[in-house]
């Protein structure tokens, strides 16, 4: 008696490697680089005041070259170069600085939904600029009062932060999470206070703008000082990519490699304060940066920080640009706060993205 031949049962599809779905990090990179440039030019170029692209390439070349404009096109001349540009290329420096902050966080406290505000900082610096807009202090540093008064705050908090999260066995990620969350809920509670009995309007209005984010006080002066920092902070994270690897994988992992996952976490510390110091110092604290960008980065690269270092910040960089354009362009004359676009851009897309890769993001 023979029996029928019964077919073999399916078998599941062989999953794709993650390197075959990865992009190619050079060309991504270099895209990105390309679109950062002709977006700057779009960020000079779009505005309340229309000015053509002709116009405004014209007045950019005779910026750089040194080139003679006639008397009637002074106007548009400065606001190209003293309106426009140093907040075009500031917010290219802020994004690029928060987004490369938020891949040095994630690896530093292991937590996925970690972003450079996790550390309580940019509350700390809260309480420093309203200081300044609602209660005058260090008015005699004139235009620099609430960069130096955010900044400081920042470093106090940074300190505070710190100190209360540290303990003899070291500095762990939850006690580092869980500190600069109370602290955080403290800060915003005096900035609240602080807008609370402010006795005039327009100053809780402008404390309210910055809280928001803004990148409307832009100036020349600004620039340098944030892009140097930056930069610094890049330098020194992409030297230390090997050791982030190590770090993400767990502090037994990272010591049988020989990385101290705690001398390691207290330069990130060090560096993630700095530079989320001096970017909400200029900018307010704009959020949604630092935690998206780094998904989304890894999601096309993969996890290898290297890559993701590389790319992050230029993503960064582009996001905020057009954000901001946005902002100072959709309700013309009027202005959104940079903070209010970001949240309406990155609350759908961090939904998607718990529904996409839920496992990546603590699901199952």
Same mark, same amino acid.
């Given at each position: 008696?023979?029996?029928?031949?019964?077919?073999?049962?399916?078998?599941?599809?062989?999953?794709?490697?993650?390197?075959?779905?990865?992009?190619?990090?050079?060309?991504?990179?270099?895209?990105?680089?390309?679109?950062?440039?002709?977006?700057?030019?779009?960020?000079?170029?779009?505005?309340?005041?229309?000015?053509?692209?002709?116009?405004?390439?014209?007045?950019?070349? =005779?910026?750089? #070259?040194?080139?003679?404009?006639?008397?009637?096109?002074?106007?548009?001349?400065?606001?190209?170069?003293?309106?426009?540009?140093?907040?075009?290329?500031?917010?290219?420096?802020?994004?690029?600085?928060?987004?490369?902050?938020?891949?040095?966080?994630?690896?530093?406290?292991?937590?996925?939904?970690?972003?450079?505000?996790?550390?309580?900082?940019?509350?700390?610096?809260?309480?420093?600029?309203?200081?300044?807009?609602?209660?005058?202090?260090?008015?005699?540093?004139?235009?620099?009062?609430? $960069?130096?008064?955010?900044?400081?705050?920042?470093?106090?908090?940074?300190?505070?932060?710190?100190?209360?999260?540290?303990?003899?066995?070291?500095?762990?990620?939850?006690?580092?999470?869980? #500190? &600069?969350?109370?602290?955080?809920?403290?800060?915003?509670?005096?900035? =609240?206070?602080?807008?609370?009995?402010?006795?005039?309007?327009?100053?809780?209005? $402008?404390?309210?703008?910055?809280?928001?984010?803004?990148?409307?006080? %832009?100036?020349? &002066?600004?620039?340098?000082?944030? =892009?140097?920092?930056?930069?610094?902070?890049? %330098?020194?994270?992409?030297?230390?990519?090997?050791?982030?690897?190590?770090? %993400?994988?767990?502090?037994?992992? =990272?010591? $049988?490699?020989?990385?101290?996952?705690?001398?390691?976490?207290?330069?990130?510390?060090?560096?993630? %304060?700095?530079?989320? &110091?001096?970017?909400?110092?200029?900018?307010?604290?704009?959020?949604?940066?630092?935690?998206?960008?780094?998904?989304?980065?890894?999601?096309?690269?993969?996890?290898?920080?290297?890559?993701?270092?590389?790319?992050?910040?230029?993503?960064?960089?582009?996001?905020?640009?057009?954000?901001?354009?946005?902002?100072?362009?959709?309700?013309?004359?009027?202005?959104?706060?940079?903070?209010?676009?970001?949240?309406?851009?990155?609350?759908?897309?961090?939904?998607?993205?718990?529904?996409?890769?839920?496992?990546?993001?603590?699901?199952?």
């Amino acid at each position: 008696m023979t029996t029928a031949a019964t077919a073999p049962p399916p078998t599941a599809p062989t999953p794709v490697p993650a390197a075959a779905r990865r992009l190619p990090t050079g060309p991504l990179a270099a895209g990105l680089a390309s679109a950062l440039l002709l977006s700057l030019v779009c960020g000079v170029a779009l505005g309340s005041t229309g000015l053509g692209w002709s116009h405004v390439l014209r007045l950019l070349g =005779a910026g750089l #070259t040194g080139g003679r404009l006639p008397a009637e096109e002074a106007a548009a001349y400065a606001i190209v170069w003293e309106i426009r540009l140093p907040r075009t290329v500031l917010a290219a420096v802020v994004g690029a600085g928060l987004a490369a902050t938020g891949v040095a966080v994630q690896a530093m406290v292991r937590n996925a939904l970690a972003d450079p505000f996790v550390l309580g900082i940019s509350s700390g610096a809260a309480v420093g600029a309203n200081a300044v807009l609602l209660l005058g202090a260090f008015a005699s540093l004139g235009v620099w009062a609430i $960069s130096v008064s955010a900044f400081g705050a920042a470093l106090l908090a940074m300190v505070l932060v710190y100190a209360a999260a540290r303990t003899a066995a070291g500095l762990t990620p939850l006690r580092l999470v869980l #500190t &600069g969350t109370a602290m955080s809920y403290g800060f915003s509670a005096v900035t =609240a206070l602080m807008v609370f009995a402010a006795a005039r309007g327009e100053a809780a209005r $402008s404390a309210m703008m910055w809280l928001l984010g803004s990148l409307g006080g %832009a100036t020349w &002066g600004s620039v340098p000082i944030a =892009a140097a920092t930056v930069l610094a902070g890049l %330098a020194h994270l992409a030297c230390a990519a090997g050791r982030l690897d190590a770090l %993400a994988m767990g502090d037994e992992t =990272a010591a $049988s490699l020989g990385v101290d996952g705690d001398r390691l976490r207290r330069e990130l510390f060090a560096v993630t %304060a700095a530079v989320t &110091g001096t970017v909400v110092a200029v900018s307010g604290a704009i959020g949604f940066v630092g935690l998206m960008v780094p998904h989304l980065t890894r999601m096309l690269v993969g996890a290898g920080h290297r890559r993701v270092l590389l790319v992050a910040p230029l993503a960064g960089a582009l996001l905020l640009v057009w954000v901001d354009i946005v902002s100072r362009t959709l309700l013309a004359p009027a202005e959104l706060p940079v903070g209010v676009v970001t949240a309406v851009l990155g609350v759908p897309c961090f939904l998607l993205l718990m529904r996409r890769r839920g496992h990546a993001l603590g699901g199952r």
